[in-house]
């Protein structure tokens, strides 16, 4: 029994352990114990040999990459050895650069001044060439100083006889034909941004004008442009310099008159920023906004209302003053003479109520002649205010620009800025000739409404001083 539990502990680990059986298709499966025990030797020998295949296959395996492994300490050795002979060399090289530039500098000698002095003169010749109105009729100059300038920089090149006379030459050339006047084609772009061929008039470096336009050099593109706005003579001679600048370049001889601005190289700086700037309709009209126009819209209102006040109150005057020298006869056409025709109804009353008469006629003629006062002085006290109130809400949009954009372009702030004062401006503008009219009209008024009181009082006194005598 003991026997039989041994061979059955055998079978079932042979099952576990092995991993193929080669059994024939003539086989069945196992009879006896003999045959299970010829399978169990056949699977033991044949698993075996298959152990004995991978470690075969394995150790070849190991003797292929020890041989990698070798062939790559082969090749490291061997670019360290490429290694030192490159720092060798680098080092030889050094020093004969070292001795190279102190042979450099025992020959240049006295002359390092001299370079440095082209050096700078070569910088400062290609910044003006790059402005110049010249450089639109001889284009490639700034190639060539900037091939020069890198030469001047370097440490290993210096400038070849040649390439100094070449220098030269076009500091001459700028020289002479910067007092001269010449007429030369060129392409020219026009306000709406097309390109056509010209013929343009050079007077020396100052401008260039075409077609009785003028032009301006843009240094970045090397071309002509019309322009934006021309330069005018006022209102009397708007076209004038228009048609100087078509005289000049149809005249072959003699003297022609045009002007010209010689303050910039590339066409005058001052006249275009002169003609650039905005004109009274832009900056008021355009840069006031909203609160401008109506700023404009109140002050136009106010001068018109101090305007008919001005004209009513001097023609009322002049006939209080006519109704003073006539006084016997009172006229319906003025406020005083109003006033006397109730003393000449009423001249029998008791002088209380003629006195209160009089001074209710005195209070109907006040409102007539104080009518727009009060609304030109409400102008006058608020144009400020919305001047103020413009140039506060300019000033936010200015700081959200630059929290959007920040401060890198002084041109925008500059025109922000610029705007947004642009409404106190118009406020002060309003402001300062309505007060000056509203005082003028208001003492106007205030000599009349005197008069009136004057002539009142004058005749109540009369009126007392008759009714004492009587008694």
């Known amino acids: 029994m003991k026997f039989i539990k041994t061979i059955g502990l055998t079978l079932a680990s042979a099952a576990v352990c092995l991993t193929s059986i080669q059994v024939s298709a003539q086989d069945s499966d196992p009879r006896s114990l003999d045959e299970l025990l010829q399978l169990v030797e056949s699977a033991t020998l044949t698993e075996t040999q298959e152990q004995r295949d991978r470690i075969a296959r394995f150790e070849g395996n190991v003797n292929q990459r020890q041989q990698l492994l070798n062939n790559i300490v082969s090749d490291r050795e061997e670019e360290e050895g490429i290694s030192g002979q490159l720092e060798n060399t680098y080092d030889e090289n050094e ?36 402005q110049s109105l010249i450089s639109a009729q001889f284009s490639g100059r700034d ?46 772009a026009g306000s709406d941004g097309t390109q056509t061929t010209r013929e343009a008039v050079r007077i020396g470096s100052y401008n260039i004008v075409s077609n009785g336009e003028y032009l301006q050099y843009d240094s970045s593109t090397g071309r002509l442009s019309v322009l934006p706005a021309q330069p005018s003579g006022g209102v009397l001679n708007a076209g004038v310099y228009q048609d100087s600048a078509t005289d000049f370049q149809s005249s072959t001889s003699g003297f022609t008159r045009i002007g010209i601005d010689p303050t910039g190289p590339t066409g005058g700086s001052y006249l275009a920023a002169l003609i650039s700037s905005p004109d009274f309709q832009t900056r008021y009209g355009e840069q006031g906004g909203e609160i401008g126009a109506i700023i404009i819209v109140v002050g136009i209102f106010a001068m018109l209302f101090a305007i008919y006040k001005m004209i009513y109150l001097t023609m009322v005057g002049v006939k209080v003053n006519s109704e003073l020298k006539n006084p016997g ?10 006033v006397l025709r109730v003393y000449e109804n009423d001249k029998n009353m008791d002088i209380e109520t003629l006195e209160l008469k009089l ?20 102008i006058s006290t608020v144009a400020p205010l919305m001047g103020l109130l413009g140039t506060v809400t300019g000033m936010i949009e200015v700081f959200q620009q630059i929290t959007l954009f920040g401060t890198g372009d002084p041109q925008i702030m500059a025109g922000g800025i610029s705007g947004a004062l642009v409404t106190t401006v118009l406020g002060i503008s309003v402001a300062i000739p309505t007060v000056l009219i509203h005082t003028l009209i208001k003492s106007r008024s205030d000599r009349i409404l005197h008069i ?3 002539q009142a009082t004058g005749i109540i006194a009369r009126k007392a001083e008759s009714s004492g005598s009587n008694a």
């Open 95 to 130: 020093i004969i650069k070292a001795q190279r530039n102190e042979t450099l500098q025992e020959r240049i000698g006295d002359l390092t001044e001299l370079f440095g002095t082209i050096s700078g003169v070569v910088g400062d010749t290609r910044s003006n060439f790059e």
């Open 143 to 188: 190639v060539f100083l900037t091939e020069l300038a890198d030469i001047m920089g370097s440490d290993s090149q210096l400038p070849s006889i040649e390439e100094l006379e070449q220098l030269w030459f076009y500091l001459q050339q700028e020289m002479t034909e910067s007092s001269r006047i010449v007429k030369f084609d060129t392409l020219v």
């Open 329 to 338: 006869k009172p006229n319906k056409d003025n406020p005083l003479g109003r």
């Open 359 to 378: 001074g209710e006629a005195i209070l109907q003629e006040t409102p007539a002649l104080e009518r727009f006062l009060t609304l030109v002085k409400i």
């Open 452 to 454: 009136m009181e004057e």
